[in-house]
């Protein structure tokens, strides 16, 4: 017990000490034409403690996320952007990572579809991409799925939608911390021990809330596959 | 006991709002999300979506009045339009919209125009209603000093 609580001790030390890359807050990158929806998954993200950028298009979230150059954007932007607010800083000038990316389907110029193509084509392949459409059309659930995309949600998002990523939220946060603790700076004997800990506190208080929402994940996956299937 | 009597007018107007079809269930999750934190949530979203949907509203008059219709570009505009008002719970216009995209889908210009007028209709008298009810809400003050002892 008295070791367990001495190597405790040692990493807390060593995260104060480590110069943090940002608060462990959950980041999302919302992208939505519509100001409402925006206000809205905002609010609905905010509440779970969630750092929330908002954009409203498919251009602007590649910009955000580091992945067009102004050169290339300038002879072929879309003129459909409604928004008159500034872009957000990209994201390497902010040194920020991002989570989780949650997209409308239907937009002007770039569709959510096209955006979760070209993540999943890039170096942000391993951020989940969940879809958002107000339209319940199985084809095209079908399709954002196997296109990589974690999730689709129906429109209007409510609080319960929020359980459905509650998921993704604990396995990120999971995962930078396991990060931390291998690239920390202490000999290997106590990163065993210290990788124990932090899995442990986290796997005691969400694995069976993991479990259930992962298994209730698969069970709408697939109960919105066999209504593809009804309806084919 | 003047608190107490504004409260109870506010909950019946809300009452009838829902009774009466104006408003469903996602208003309801717009109050869910009104907190401590977030004390006016629900008029700020109402008023972002009137502010924003204006601009959609005179769009739809302006391509209406074009001759031939672009019907695509109306099933656009409406599906956007539908998608606003959906997520603040306005059940008639969406109602509405539903029936005027289905008009767009069969090429029927009349019934554009005539679901886009009635549209209209359900769209200002929501808001008359909602304005009413921010109001009175507003002046009811919290609920806990309705009941605090003087």
Known sequence: ?232 | MDKIHSHRQVAAIKHSLFDQGYLDEQFIQLEELQDDANPNFVEEIVTLYYRDSSRLISNLDHTLERNPLDFNKLDTLMHQFKGSSSSIGAKRVKAECTLFREYCRARNGEGCRRSFQQMKKEYATLRKKLETYFQLARQAGPLETAYRPK
Request: charged share 25%.
């Open chain 1, 1 to 232: 017990m008295e070791f367990v609580d001495t190597r405790k001790l040692q990493l807390q030390q060593q995260l104060q000490q480590q110069p943090q890359p940002q608060e462990q807050h959950f980041h999302v990158l919302a992208v939505d034409d519509s100001v409402i929806d925006r206000k809205l998954l905002e609010r609905l993200l905010r509440g779970s403690s969630c750092k929330v950028t908002c954009v409203d298009s498919g251009d602007k979230a590649l910009k955000y996320l580091g992945l067009v150059d102004d050169l290339h954007d300038t002879t072929s932007s879309t003129s459909l952007d409604s928004s008159s607010s500034p872009p957000p800083q990209p994201l390497q000038e902010e040194g920020m990572k991002v989570n989780l990316i949650m997209t409308d389907y239907c937009m002007p110029g770039m569709s959510g579809y096209d955006l979760l193509k070209r993540v999943k084509g890039s170096s942000w392949k391993d951020v989940p991409v969940v879809i958002m459409s107000s339209e319940n059309v199985p084809s095209r659930i079908s399709m954002c799925l196997e296109g990589g995309a974690e999730e689709f949600l129906l429109k209007p998002l409510q609080l319960s939608d929020l359980d459905k990523l509650q998921s993704y939220f604990v396995k990120s946060l999971e995962n930078s911390c396991e990060k931390e603790s291998v690239n920390s700076s202490i000999d290997s004997e106590n990163d065993n021990v210290i990788i124990n800990i932090s899995n442990h506190n986290h796997n005691s208080n969400s694995v069976s809330k993991r479990k259930a929402i992962s298994a209730e994940s698969h069970q709408e996956r697939s109960r919105t596959k066999m209504k593809e299937l009804a309806v084919v």
